[in-house]
C-alpha cells in the first residue's frame, strides 16, 4: 500500500482491467489546501501509482475530479463519488455539488444520483438540442441522449450539478 503521512486507508478494491484483476486502494486525507474540514479521496495501484484523486471543500464542492487515462473506463470515477460521498455524510455535509465541463463527467454523476442545477438546465437543453420548455428527461433517458449525441467530451457550455446527502 501507498503510505501518506495523515491519510487513511477508506477501502481496497478489484477492479478488471485488461483482462486482469487488479487492486487499487482508496486513501483519504486532509485536503492539501489545509482548508479546514476540507479532504481528498486518492486512488492508488498495487505499485503505488496515484490513479485517481478527488478532491472537496468543507463547503461540498467536488473541485477537482481526475482518473488518469489509462484507468478511465473501470468504474473509478463512479467508486470515487460514492465514497466522497460517504465520507462528506460522516463529516456532517448535506449536500455536494460540482462544475461540469466534460461528458464523461456528466454521465458518471447523473448515473450516482446528483441532479443538473437549475440554472445549467437550458444550457443542458441547447447542447442536446432538447425542447426549451418543459422539465428534463430522467437521468437514464439524459445518459441515453448524452451517449448518442456528437458532444465532443469537452462540454461547450458550462454545467453544474448537486446532490442532497442522506
Do not use: C
Not at 86 to 91: F, V
Amino acid at each position: 500500500m501507498h503510505s501518506r503521512k495523515h491519510s487513511t486507508l477508506l477501502g481496497r478494491y478489484a477492479i478488471v482491467k485488461n483482462g486482469k484483476k487488479v487492486h487499487i486502494d482508496a486513501i483519504g486525507r486532509k485536503n492539501i489546501l489545509e482548508i479546514k474540514g476540507s479532504f481528498e479521496v486518492e486512488f492508488f495501484d498495487a505499485n503505488g501509482v496515484e490513479v485517481g484523486t478527488f478532491r472537496i471543500t468543507n463547503e461540498g464542492e467536488l473541485f477537482h475530479r481526475r482518473v488518469i487515462d489509462e484507468y478511465q473506463g473501470f468504474g473509478i470515477g463512479k467508486l470515487g463519488f460514492e465514497i466522497v460521498e460517504r465520507e462528506a455524510k460522516k463529516k456532517g455535509m448535506d449536500k455536494l455539488w460540482l462544475d461540469l465541463k466534460h461528458k464523461s463527467v456528466l454521465k458518471t454523476v447523473l448515473h450516482a444520483g446528483f441532479k443538473i442545477a437549475p440554472k445549467s438546465v437550458t444550457s443542458l437543453k441547447k447542447i442536446l438540442s432538447l425542447p426549451k420548455k418543459g422539465k428534463l428527461p430522467s437521468a437514464k433517458v439524459l445518459i441515453e441522449l448524452i451517449e448518442k449525441s456528437k458532444l465532443r467530451e469537452k462540454i461547450p457550455l458550462w454545467l453544474n450539478a448537486s446532490k442532497t446527502i442522506k
